[in-house]
């Protein structure tokens, strides 16, 4: 069934291995085949995984674009039981995401990783906004 794809100017899409990035005017198109594809908002370079959740979202992007993904998932295994040690409460959506990972849905546990990305944030923002309980006056 083919999948019309609409990218805003600018916008970046892989599909398969090919990286193609929109021009200055809003485009549509229409996906004919099955191929596995991500949209920009999918996309988590390198770089920009600078957290234990989005590292692990990284190895869950390389998973749903790889065809080989046997090493892959021993990055994914190894990386969930380290965020599970440290963060216990991070539980239910690793959960989740080993169970995507094991029926191979990729997509989906890339889904439920932006969610404990989001988690992971809300996170951050309570620890940031908590008093200093180390300082002494």
């Known amino acids: 069934m083919p999948l019309k794809i609409e990218l805003k100017p600018f916008e970046r899409l892989l599909i398969g291995g090919a990286a193609i990035r929109n021009g200055s005017r809003r485009s549509s198109f229409v996906i004919e085949t099955m191929t596995k594809f991500l949209r920009e908002s999918d996309i988590i ?3 920009e995984a600078d957290t234990a959740c989005k590292r692990l979202y990284l190895t869950l992007t390389v998973l749903y674009l790889s065809d080989d993904v046997s090493e892959i998932e021993n990055l994914f295994v190894a990386q969930a039981s380290e965020l599970l ?6 539980a239910p959506y690793v959960r989740d995401i080993n169970a995507h990972v094991a029926a191979r849905d990729f997509y989906r546990a890339m889904k439920r990783g932006k969610d404990l990305i989001q988690y992971e944030a809300s996170l951050a923002d309570r620890l940031a906004q908590a008093p200093d309980s180390g300082s002494a006056d």
């Open 85 to 90: 040690e440290a963060v216990p409460s991070t």
């Open 45 to 47: 370079t390198e770089s």
